[in-house]
């Protein structure tokens, strides 16, 4: 059935994607859109019929009826690419401070989040410098609290993002925020630039803060913090808020860490004190939704307020004044996240066409929600929350109702399938697109335990207005949705525990995600039996797509494929990742952070993430240069998730106590570990081989040499080109290479020990011959890399690719030419 307004929304969404990936400047689109607009008011005009006339003529009407149809559908689409050049953000005028201190006063317009290690808020600026002799600037910043007492205490060196830990280097941060929305703040805090997306496919920081009109993060501790004002912000806000808080409080003091953390995600959507763990069971699973406050939450608060208001005798105006509210205080409390503010809409659009005595379109509110949201942020299409949530409940009010019209004769237990059915078809590719996952127990999962979830909400709902007025009493209550959350977690991992309930899958093209919706669309809408010819039967379609779908399979296996080698950006260490020609999987070192300086795990979360996006199930060769942690440190992570083939070592560094663990966990997960010294060569693939040049058998302590010298150095040739990696060789090793008479000259080079000076050996650098180079490198305290290394290659015009400024180096060889691209 034709609807006007699910084609207007769905193309003023194409309109702003199309905007974004052509980069198509506004003022374009704005001209196009205006130009349309007289078009058709004149189109209107002329044929003397009103606009509601017009529109009942598009359905199947010829002639000027047709002609409205499609001034509509590209005024549709020029408004929506006009409408995002509206909304991109100015750059930030705090951004020309990055990496320096500064003063700033503003109001915090967020409740905090707290972390472990940090808390996090969103504050909007006011001046900069104090509110009486300060600089007036206006614009939202991240605000990230950090332990210390002092400022000194972060490091100027590596950039302290929300999503990496910090630590601890002074007074541990309470489990409580330490400040509240509305909150007039005078903060000292370094100026940082969020993390951009520096691995292919890795998620973007940086463009999801500026979506929220956030340009930078200011990160400062305790010290640096001074309220000198309350009461900032919007006053319902406020309110809601406070009994948030207190709510919060009750649930701190009454439940366990673990059941108050899971009730808090629950009710408040803050996955803030979820461990990332438990994240990811719930991802596998298919349960993410339930902590991300949406349509099931509000659907919850809308019964309970439902059944109040029967209780109270309201009708007709007040019923709804009283349901309404009840659904804006709630949505006011959790901060109107994108997919709260579509089920409000939604259920807004209901509960008003009741009052008319009208049956409200499910599809047509979905639609309307959508067209409102984009109208106000058309940055929100970008958002993988936000289309999840609409693709969710897609599947709920259109692919339901057609599976239901389908299911003549089924059971009740049949038919109950249906629902989570319907919603994970139409989610699927989105989930497999964003988080590389097809979860084959999720419908099982959502089956058993969303009745479960929903007695967690409901109970805890129920606590939020006795706990705001009992305190006491509402602990019953709370130990109740406690008691509930505890049996939830103890299903979820039996669930978790099924064997082969989830498939890693790599990141699906865009056009293919656009088929499957538009080969769904036209089954459920019947356009297939109404257009497909006589001859060509459901049985024989099916067999012509499995044959189009292995002959694609077989071309794109035959045909040849490239070597492609990528130094992942790991920050300060060392991260390649291979892949043959022939398919296989090759990972040299695996990143980490130097010494102590961090616990942040590199490898499970950026090697092993850009793994899954790759569709990588296997690693055929993992090899470790040298057991130094920012090399050695990201690979056990790995391991512990993906098969292995073999793992490969210096022979003189095989026995020592630092590749122990590597060696201990090889042995659990029954991975052959195996020692190579100079003169090895491990043949690969026809015209494809590893050349081991360095070191010898001999141990580092039984020589001279210093460990980075004893780093593994290979040569990996294919035929008429070749890369040389080195690990972190110094001069040393340098001279022991050249006095050996190993033949090592190569194409690319990467560049020793992060572009250590230590690495600066003339005649080795001049040996090789390297036409490029790579620098692995991140933010340090060690002058990496050394302003002489940088020279050297600038004065012979070799060009250097570093990671800090490209991220990832991707460089692919097909045995005669060289192709290189950095992320950024």
């Known amino acids: 059935m034709f609807q006007p307004l699910v084609l207007v929304t769905l193309l003023f969404a194409v309109g702003i994607g199309m905007a974004e990936t052509l980069k198509i400047p506004p003022g374009y689109c704005g001209v196009l859109a205006l130009a349309l607009f007289i078009v058709l008011v004149y189109s209107i005009s002329r044929s003397g019929e009103d606009y509601r006339t017009a529109v009942g003529r598009t359905v199947s009407g010829p002639g000027s009826g047709r002609v409205f149809l499609f001034l509509v559908c590209f005024l549709s689409v020029a408004l929506g690419g006009f ?202 699973l298919g349960l993410s939704h339930a902590f991300s406050v949406s349509g099931l939450h509000l659907a919850y608060v809308l019964g309970l307020s439902l059944l109040l208001a029967g209780v109270l005798g309201l009708r007709e105006i007040p019923f709804f004044a009283f349901n309404l509210l009840a659904m804006l205080f709630y949505v006011t409390m959790v901060g109107f996240p994108p997919a709260t503010m579509r089920s409000f809409i939604m259920a807004a659009l209901t509960l008003g066409a009741a009052l008319v005595g009208r049956q409200g379109n499910p599809l047509q509110g979905l639609s309307l929600a959508g067209l409102i949201l984009l109208l106000n942020n058309p940055q929100l299409l970008f958002d993988p929350g936000f289309q999840l949530s609409f693709a969710a409940t897609w599947g709920i009010v259109y692919v339901y109702p057609w599976m239901r019209s389908k299911a003549h004769g089924w059971r009740v237990w049949e038919l109950s399938l249906l629902l989570p059915l319907a919603v994970q078809v139409a989610i699927i590719p989105l989930v497999a697109y964003y988080f590389n996952l097809v979860s084959l127990v999720s419908i099982i999962t959502n089956l058993v335990l969303l009745w479960l979830l929903g007695a967690i909400v409901v109970v805890g709902m129920a606590a939020i207005p006795v706990v705001w007025v009992l305190p006491g009493a509402g602990d019953y209550l709370l130990w109740a949705a406690g008691a509930l ?140 240069t040298h057991p130094h942690s920012d090399h050695l440190n990201g690979m056990p992570p790995v391991l512990r998730e993906l098969p292995c083939g073999q793992v490969m070592v210096a022979a003189a560094n095989a026995g020592s106590p630092e590749t122990r663990p590597l060696r201990e966990l090889c042995a659990e997960r029954g991975i052959p570990f195996i020692g190579v010294k100079r003169g090895d060569r491990i043949d690969l693939e026809p015209g494809l081989a590893l050349e081991v040049l360095h070191p010898t058998d001999t141990p580092p302590a039984a020589t001279d040499m210093a460990e980075n010298d004893a780093s593994l150095v290979l040569r990996l040739a294919y035929r008429d080109t070749s890369f040389l990696l080195t690990g972190d060789l110094e001069r040393e090793g340098m001279r022991e290479i050249v006095s050996s008479g190993t033949a090592f000259s190569s194409q690319v080079f990467k560049v020793p020990h992060h572009g250590s000076a230590y690495s600066l050996e003339m005649e080795f650098l001049d040996q090789v011959g390297a036409e490029l180079g790579v620098i692995s490198v991140g933010g340090n305290r060690f002058g990496h890399p050394s302003p002489e290394v940088l020279r050297y290659w600038r004065e012979r015009g070799v060009p250097i690719y570093r990671t800090d400024e490209k991220g990832a180096i991707t460089i692919t060889s097909d045995g005669e030419r060289l192709e290189v691209r950095g992320e950024l």
């Open 485 to 624: 959350a505890a049996l939830s977690e103890y299903l979820t991992r039996l669930f978790d525990k099924l064997p082969g309930g989830v498939w890693h899958v790599g990141t699906p093209p865009v056009w293919l995600l656009l088929l499957f919706y538009i080969a769904l669309m036209i089954w459920t809408e019947g356009l297939w039996e109404r257009f497909r010819p006589r001859w060509l039967s459901p049985a024989r379609a099916a067999a012509g797509a499995v044959v189009i779908v292995l002959l694609v399979f077989a071309v794109g296996t035959l045909q040849p494929k490239p070597l492609k080698v990528v130094f992942l950006d790991v920050g300060q260490g060392d991260c390649i990742f291979i892949t043959t020609p022939q398919g296989r999987n090759i990972l040299i070192d695996g990143g980490g952070r130097p010494g102590e300086e961090s616990d942040f795990d590199v490898g499970g979360r950026v090697v092993l993430p850009y793994l899954r996006r790759e569709g990588v199930d296997r690693i055929d060769l993992a090899v470790n």
């Open 83 to 284: 409408q995002l050049g509206l909304s991109e953000m100015d750059p930030s005028r705090l951004e020309a401070f990055t990496d320096h201190y500064i003063d700033v006063t503003g109001t915090m317009i967020s409740e905090g989040q707290v972390y472990p290690d940090r808390e996090v808020y969103v504050l909007e600026t006011s001046a900069l410098g104090s509110r009486e002799g300060g600089q007036r600037v206006e614009e939202r910043v991240l605000f990230t609290l950090v332990p210390g007492p002092e400022k000194k205490r972060v490091d100027p060196a590596e950039p302290v993002d929300p999503a990496e830990p910090v630590d601890p280097a002074g007074p541990v941060l309470t489990d409580r925020p330490a400040l509240k929305y509305g909150d007039v703040v005078t903060i000292t805090g370094r100026v940082q630039l969020p993390r951009e997306g520096r691995n292919p496919g890795e998620f973007d920081y940086r463009k999801y803060l500026q979506r929220q009109g956030i340009g930078i993060q200011l990160v400062g501790t305790q010290a640096d913090l001074k309220v000198v004002g309350e009461g900032g912000g919007f006053f319902l806000r406020r309110w809601a808020l406070s009994v948030r808080s207190r709510v919060e409080d009750s649930m701190r003091r009454a439940l366990p860490a673990d059941q108050n953390s899971f009730l808090a995600a629950v009710l408040f959507g803050d996955q803030s004190g979820l461990p990332a763990e438990d994240k990811l069971m719930y991802q596998r």
